[in-house]
């Protein structure tokens, strides 16, 4: 299997975003299952409850370095784009980028992202 660094949106301003993110981030590991990768998504590993918090700048900042340690190991970087590039997913792209390797952007299919969508409505 292809080792892969994934990237796609965590941080928001909203818990509903959040949630969002979360499912899409979630969604994006399956297909890089599916595609014969074995993908690492540091925001969804160390953003879970009890180990740091992304709203704390500290935590956010050590949960990343710690992610950008396992660039080292992988043999690309995934980038999911349906809901834009966040700046936290810039910077993992360029990092990879800095180390030689490959950066790859995807969008997944229409159909997953519009039920996420639908499962995980935004407050105005």
Known sequence: M???ILESPYAATTPEAIARNVAYA???MRDCLMRGEAPYASHLLYTQPSVLRD??????SLGMKAGFAWHEAAEASVA????GISPG?????DRASKLGKPV???RLE???VAAIVAAHPMTP
């Open 80 to 83: 999911y784009i349906d809901f």
């Open 89 to 93: 997913m810039k910077t993992g792209m």
């Open 110 to 112: 229409p159909a997953v």
């Open 26 to 28: 979630r969604a994006a």
């Open 2 to 4: 292809r080792l892969v």
């Open 104 to 106: 790859e952007t995807r």
């Open 55 to 60: 709203e704390d700048r500290a935590e956010r």
